[in-house]
């Protein structure tokens, strides 16, 4: 028997270390599932959530089955609930529905760790080994504030560069305006001017067209001239024509006039 004794001794002692590696492998495996389903649960879109999902999943499943060789049937109900709602997450084909399920896995993350622990406890010394998950939540939380840091830094960027951008066109909008101004400003010039040649191109017009009357009468008292009005216009017939086409419709009245009163003198060369 005393030789047996020690034996029987090692053999426990074996027992327990193993039993006590799978609950640390455990606890490491349950840690990775937490932190991972942290980082599908806080993802800024569908396609971030499900890769940190597939990666849960694997954790999740690691955990399902160490923890069902130490015995921790709890745990081991839990993994398979949290792995659940993760495949679940990638199932969905929206962000806000996948977003749900990584959260509902998430939850459950504190309570698979807390179950490992409670049947590490169980089963020996604990100490070890809930330091050991406190390490892994501080390297989890560790990693978190670092991905949050980075997060704030590229929102930070991308603020920057809206607002680049938005100087750039409050810019392009002065520059417009500006410009706009401008050409209201020359339009109105321009208009006045055009108001201007077309009082005083009228009025030469009559003029003329009074002249050759005369003329026609001084020439033979029976004529009569024929009068054209189509020169007398109204200052909105102006808006839509530029100076240079003002003064070219005034110039064509006058060559009319001239070509008319030239068809009727012509008339009493040949009389």
Do not use: W
């Amino acid at each position: 028997m005393k030789r047996i004794s020690p034996i029987l001794f090692l053999l426990c002692l074996v027992a327990q270390v193993n039993a006590q590696d799978l609950y640390e492998d455990a606890l490491t495996a349950a840690s990775y599932a937490y932190s991972h389903s942290k980082k599908a649960h806080g993802a800024n879109n569908v396609f971030h959530t499900q890769e940190y999902a597939d990666k849960a999943i694997e954790a999740f499943e690691k955990v399902e089955n160490l923890s069902d060789k130490c015995g921790c049937a709890e745990a081991n109900e839990t993994a398979y609930e949290a792995k659940t709602n993760m495949v679940s997450s990638l199932d969905q084909d929206t962000y806000e529905r996948s977003r749900y399920y990584a959260k509902q896995a998430k939850d459950l993350g504190p309570k698979l760790l807390e179950q490992l622990t409670d049947c590490q406890a169980n089963n020996g010394s604990s100490d070890s080994y809930i330091g050991d998950v406190a390490s892994a939540e501080e390297e989890a939380i560790a990693i978190a504030s670092g991905e949050v840091a980075q997060k704030q830094k590229e929102l930070e960027e991308k603020k920057r560069q809206l607002e680049i951008e938005q100087q750039k066109l409050q810019q392009q909008i002065a520059e417009q305006q500006k410009a706009q101004t401008e050409f209201e400003a020359q339009r109105a010039a321009e208009l006045k001017e055009q108001t201007v040649v077309k009082v005083k191109a009228e009025q030469a017009l009559q003029k003329l067209e009074s002249a050759l009357k005369e003329l026609s009468i001084v020439l033979d008292d029976e004529s009569i001239f024929e009068s054209q009005k189509g020169y007398l216009r109204s200052e909105n017939d102006l808006k839509n024509e530029t100076l240079n086409d003002t003064k070219s419709f005034y110039v064509d009245r006058a060559k009319e006039l001239t070509k008319s009163a030239m068809k009727q003198f012509a008339g009493y060369t040949e009389n």
